[in-house]
Nanobody, 117 residues
Framework: QVQLVESGGGLVQPGGSLRLSCTASGISFSAYTMGWYRQAPGKQRELVASITWGRSTNYSDSVKGRFTISRDNAKNMAYLQMNSLKPEDTAVYYC???????????WGQGTQVTVSS
């Protein structure tokens, strides 16, 4: 079975840091572009960052300079390092794997990130 599992969410104060992890199984990991999305209450899901097999990255304007996406193909894992967190970063964060050539896309179950004093 294909499975993406996120971990590392939690409660953090404004200005703090968290690192999210995504562990993939059941896919050829290096063939997938990995991404992090988030969804806040009352809002639609939005792209936060993505990374290709060759480590080309893309970030939303709201997180540029604060978040860093990375991947370890040998471990089948993707990461999102989040620094200088703001209350508006509060959301459920989802791991995504996508291969457009194979028309294949998978989602994790999500992990809650709450930024509050």
């Amino acid at each position: 079975q294909v499975q993406l599992v996120e971990s590392g969410g939690g409660l953090v104060q404004p200005g703090g840091s968290l690192r999210l992890s995504c562990t993939a199984s059941g896919i050829s990991f290096s063939a997938y572009t990995m991404g992090w999305y988030r969804q806040a209450p009352g809002k639609q899901r939005e792209l936060v960052a993505s990374i290709t097999w060759g480590r080309s990255t893309n970030y939303s304007d709201s997180v540029k300079g604060r978040f860093t996406i990375s991947r370890d193909n040998a471990k089948n894992m993707a990461y999102l390092q989040m620094n200088s967190l703001k209350p508006e970063d509060t959301a459920v964060y989802y791991c995504n794997g996508r291969n457009t050539y194979w028309a294949s896309e998978y989602w994790g179950q999500g992990t809650q990130v709450t930024v509050s004093s």
